[in-house]
């Protein structure tokens, strides 16, 4: 803009023009031919040297915090590797502990390898199932997403915290059910410990988008947003409880009392 | 009037600078549009973008973090490879060396491995920035799903690492974790036997674990990586209050 005002009055060869037509010859050129990649609209930065600060500091930062605990902590190393001394307890890395916890509740495969599956491919299909464009770029989409996400937080925790310790009670027979269906039906493994476990994880899913569908009337989005921060929620319990409350034979035990450490 | 020439006017105005940095001082737009777009790397980005995609309590810079953690294990990882030999006999001696008697080995390895934990961490968390902020909507459905299978890849890069030092913490875990996955109906035999090599981790393990933690698996994260940034850029940036 101020490169044409300054070429137009008085410069060689110009014919001054009255102020109401350079006004219009402004708009006009502003709009199209002048246009170049580096004009800016109003909720627009240049990337140098906005985007590339916040990276470089947040980099530097990182690398510091870093190098601090590497040189404050070090890497767990125990004894060589011995195939002949299985420790108790035996633990998976921190992040699967979470199958292990289940693990102990039912069928291996269901626990390990289908309820994972299954978690990772509903996840992997969110985008497919919630489409609408609704609540993008708001942190839980709106005020009820946000007492949602409180909501099935608390639920979960309380669900899968008071389940574990029920079954624990029974012994670890899916509260006692799978004795009782054995004994009485002379149900087979499948049944007892495959799909049985199923069946109630189903239930208690149910009761959550049921009971959010009471509360609170949720879009699409929202009941979405349940679901998710049941997963969430499950993971992070199942977790904690994996790493810091089994002991040896997978008993329950405080955090302290346990015998290895594991990293 | 000519002002003397510094230095450092000499440099940067010598054939050999002007033919490495091919802009000026970049406080001008112009400049700091160049900048990015002559320099491959930061040419990953745009020119400009919109003002909320610079704000770090939308992103947390989660994702740029698990970027960075990467890039930290591959660095720390090469200077590791020097030392580390895959061989069930040698491999523990050869972490007992990187702790005692390389240069900076202790901190290499600790910078590594906490790292490590931190990305499986980082990653999880993006996840749910991204879900929470509702950005996997379309246009970005695609590289949502493209950021599941990095998730995948993460947790297998850590995995296949876990059994690396050959102690007792890393037999024992990855015995319990390929159990689970010998676990898996009709498949899970074959695919332990796969991983393993044998019917208990030996050797064979060891070397197959190796491969894919330093070879196969980084390519794979950073093959992902690649498409996963691509799509950032064609789905019109960060997703951003409509
Ligand atoms: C190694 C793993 C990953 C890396 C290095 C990575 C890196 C990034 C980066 C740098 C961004 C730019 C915005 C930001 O920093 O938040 C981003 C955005 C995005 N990521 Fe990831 N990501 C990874 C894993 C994932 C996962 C696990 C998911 C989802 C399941 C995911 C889905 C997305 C989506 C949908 C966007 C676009 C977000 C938006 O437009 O606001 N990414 N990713």
Known sequence: MAEIAQQTPGGQGFTPIDEAKRQRLLELVRGRAMARPTDLAEDEVMVWPSLVVVEAVSAAVFLLILTVLSVMVNAPLTARANPNQTPNPSKAPWYFLNLQELLLHMNAGVAGVIIPTVALVGIAAIPYIDRSPLGVGILGTSAKGRRIIGFTFVYTTVVIVGMILLNEQSGRTVFGLAGFLQENLNTPELINYQILPVLII????????????????????EMVIALFTGFVAAFVVLTISGTSFRGEGQDLTWPWNLPLEHH | MRREQTLADRITGSAVWRSVVRHGYPDTQRNQALIIASNVFLHIHPVKIKRYATKVTYTFCLGGLSFFMFLVLTMTGVLLMFYYVPSADLAYQSMKDIESSVTFGQLMRNMHRWSAQGMVIAVFLHMCRV?????????????????????????????????????????????????????????????????????????????????LHVIFLPLAAAFLMAVHFWRIRKDGGISGPL
Do not use: C, H
Not at chain 1, 202 to 221: D, N, S
Not at chain 2, 181 to 201: K, S, T, W, Y
């Open chain 2, 131 to 211: 879900f929470y902020t509702g950005s996997y909507k379309p246009p970005r459905e695609f590289n949502w799903v493209i950021g599941v299978l990095l998730l995948v890849v993460t947790f297998l890069l850590s995995f296949t690492g876990y059994l690396l030092p050959w102690d007792q913490l890393a037999l024992w875990a990855v015995t319990v974790g390929t159990n689970i996955g010998g676990a898996a109906p009709f498949v899970g035999e074959q695919v332990n036997m796969v991983l393993r090599g044998d019917f208990e981790i030996g050797q064979s393990a060891l070397i197959r674990f190796y491969t």
């Open chain 1, 202 to 221: 189903v239930f208690w899913i149910g009761v959550l988008m049921a009971l959010v569908q009471r509360l609170y009337r949720p879009t699409r989005r």
